[in-house]
């Protein structure tokens, strides 16, 4: 059966109440080796840029693009694995598409540092936006933890973005000793805690027989992340990357719940400021000398 983010990709980012071919679509996806998520939010990147009129029936092979038609999902789903037409341009991600297609089609992106974004809203939800613009890899639920929401409503933390920010950077830690851990997020959060807590420092020291502290294992955590971060500034990435999709910077969410809510691009400077502070990164968003020996990566420091 399809899990929540391939829901909400192939169903609901592409307006498909089909749940059968939501079904078809999710297998169709496994036995082709595809991601859910960036194939369904790429396909609805498509489909809009054909309904505006970016694309046209001679870029899509005659296929008319529209959002609420199970059968062009499927049907896209299989020419992109073949690369096949349309299914050639699709199999590049929407990042390269929206190079291929200009300035409109970048306004319609809907992820981050290249990947398409899961099913959490980062207008809604600050602390996703804050995530999404630093994590290691961009537009993942799986650097930093949209878990939040099982913090109580009347929390300081639904207000405040200095600790929304913390937030993001004790669950990014998390995540980074979980995969180190190849531990599953659900176990590890649901069973020890939502970041890092003496439960899984026990659970750590008792089947390694170490003696380590909570204040070791954020260390731990806080040391990975910034390998990877300095593995990505080596590669020429800086502040300029830690970006947000146009429409979470610019357009309010039109209606529902959250309705008027987003995350404008004065408040993402104000948070990467204060994120960079506390990671010991200068204004750039780069490792300083300092904070890497300090954590021990001096071969890093280094070079």
Not at 175 to 200: K, P
Request: aromatic share 8%; proline share 5%; glycine share 10%.
């Amino acid at each position: 059966m399809p899990e929540y983010e391939t829901l909400f990709a192939l169903g609901t980012m592409t307006d498909n109440c089909d749940l059968p071919l939501i079904i078809a679509a999710n297998r169709l996806c496994d036995l082709m080796g595809m991601d859910t998520v960036s194939m369904g939010v790429t396909l609805s990147f498509a489909i809009e840029c054909y309904e505006r009129g970016i694309l046209t029936t001679k870029d899509t092979g005659g296929i008319p693009l529209r959002f609420g038609d199970p059968a062009v999902v499927l049907d896209l789903i299989e020419r992109t694995a073949k690369k096949e037409g349309l299914g050639g341009l699709i199999a590049e991600g929407s990042f390269k598409m929206a190079e291929r297609l200009g300035p409109e089609a970048k306004k319609l992106l809907y992820g981050t540092r290249g990947l398409e974004i899961p099913g959490h809203s980062a207008r809604a939800y600050p602390i996703n936006a804050i995530g999404y613009a630093t994590n290691t890899r961009g537009g993942t639920h799986h650097d930093h933890r949209p878990t939040f929401r099982a913090i109580p409503p009347d929390d300081p933390l639904h207000k405040d973005m200095n600790l929304q920010t913390e937030f993001v950077i004790r669950t990014q830690n998390l995540s980074a000793v979980g995969d180190s851990l190849t531990q599953c997020r659900f176990v590890m959060e649901q069973s020890f805690g939502i970041t890092l807590g003496i439960n899984h420092v026990r659970l750590l020291n008792a089947v390694t027989g170490w003696d380590l502290t909570l204040e070791d294992l954020e260390r731990i955590g806080e040391r990975i992340v910034a390998l990877e971060r300095a593995f990505n500034c080596r590669e020429g990435m800086s502040r300029k990357d830690d970006t947000l999709p146009y429409r979470v910077a610019h357009e309010p969410i039109p209606e529902g719940a959250a309705k008027g809510k987003y995350f404008s691009l004065e408040k993402l400077e104000t948070a990467l400021d204060y994120y960079y502070s506390l990671r010991g990164w200068n204004k750039e968003g780069i490792p300083t000398s300092d904070t890497l020996r300090k954590l021990g990566l001096e071969f890093v420091a280094d070079h």
